[in-house]
């Protein structure tokens, strides 16, 4: 499975962003897709996450101002990104769990807020 990334930039406080994610490769096994963010000398922590069945969760710093969802062909997942912070400042990954194979990562998209 391969997960690319996109959307990521430079936004000003209170701005919004669209992260995009695309899977590739044998999905049978996918049940839960989602996006962590690592920011510089943090942990990396779970954003948000959507199952196969569409239940969502979310990390309680974003709750009420990003959202997560699928794609029409269920191999795309995106983060809808609203009144984003400085400490939003990240970078952003696409995860894809498989119930076989564990977890696969993106490489990453670099999200940057200003003050």
């Known amino acids: 499975v391969q997960l690319v990334e996109s959307g990521g930039g430079l936004v000003q406080a209170g701005g919004s962003l669209r992260l995009s994610c695309t899977a590739s490769?044998?999905?049978?096994?996918?049940?839960?897709m989602g996006w962590y963010r690592q920011a510089p000398g943090n942990q990396r922590e779970m954003v948000a996450s959507?199952?196969?069945?569409?239940?969502?969760n979310y990390a309680d710093s974003v709750k009420g101002r990003f959202g997560i969802s699928r794609g029409n062909t269920k191999n795309k997942v995106y983060l809808q990104m609203n009144n984003l912070e400085p400490d939003d400042t990240a970078v952003y990954y696409c995860?894809?769990?498989?119930?076989?194979?564990?977890?696969?990562w993106g490489q990453g998209t670099q999200v940057t807020v200003s003050s």
């Open positions: 995860s894809a769990d498989s119930a076989l194979y564990g977890t696969y």
């Open positions: 490769g044998i999905l049978f096994s996918i049940t839960t």
């Open positions: 959507i199952t196969s069945d569409d239940s969502t």
